[in-house]
């Protein structure tokens, strides 16, 4: 890389500097430089002080600051972290609930199933008892009585299914919009 060279005022005389910084970068440090040295005389004007050494002075004020910076970094890194362990966090809340989600998908499809294969043996129940009719009037009452209990049964856990999965769903929505707001919090 090249070293530019760039002529500068610093509290009114006139330096070279040579860095690898661009002039630009070179002018503004150059700058910012002078107006600390300019703070400092007013400061001790003000207070009725005659300083001493101005560049000493300005030296421990931009050390000053550089050190706030430095902390100010530290204590961004130290957040940044914990936002990345909090992300990582809700990232795996979102898996689990997406794995308890897909899990209650099969729990459903395999109760659809055990739903229609009941009905498909209600059918035939009801076949056979069509053919047993008049020998078997009450066989056929406790048969009804007893498919009726199980279809309750069936659509009792098929509510609870239901009101489990749209339980899912909310947190799922509101494990997206927490998501979103870390995403743009981050962004």
């Known amino acids: ?26 002018m503004q440090v150059a700058a910012h430089v002078d107006m600390k040295m300019q703070e400092v005389t007013q400061a001790a004007k003000t207070a009725g002080v005659v300083p001493s050494n101005i560049a000493v002075l300005s030296a421990i004020n931009i050390t000053s600051e550089y050190f706030q910076v430095l902390e100010e970094m530290e204590e961004l890194k ?17 898996d ?31 076949e056979d008892i069509q053919k047993l ?12 009585t007893s498919m009726d209990e199980v279809v309750k049964e069936i659509e009792g856990k098929c509510k609870e299914l239901e009101n489990s999965f749209f339980d899912l769903q909310m947190e799922n929505l509101q494990l997206k919009k927490e998501l979103e707001k870390y995403k743009n919090n981050n962004g």
């Open 96 to 126: 689990e609930s997406k794995k308890n989600y897909m899990d209650y998908k099969e729990e459903t499809q395999a109760i659809v199933l055990q739903k229609d294969e009941l009905m498909s043996q209600l059918k035939q129940k009801d």
């Open 78 to 94: 130290r957040m940044n972290m914990q936002l990345e362990k909090d992300a990582q966090h809700y990232v795996q809340l979102w």
């Open 1 to 26: 890389m090249e070293n530019n060279k760039v002529k500068v005022k610093i509290y009114g005389q006139e330096y070279v500097i040579a860095g690898e910084k661009t002039k630009e970068e070179i």
């Open 133 to 144: 009719m008049q020998a078997a009037e009450n066989a056929k009452a406790q048969a009804q």
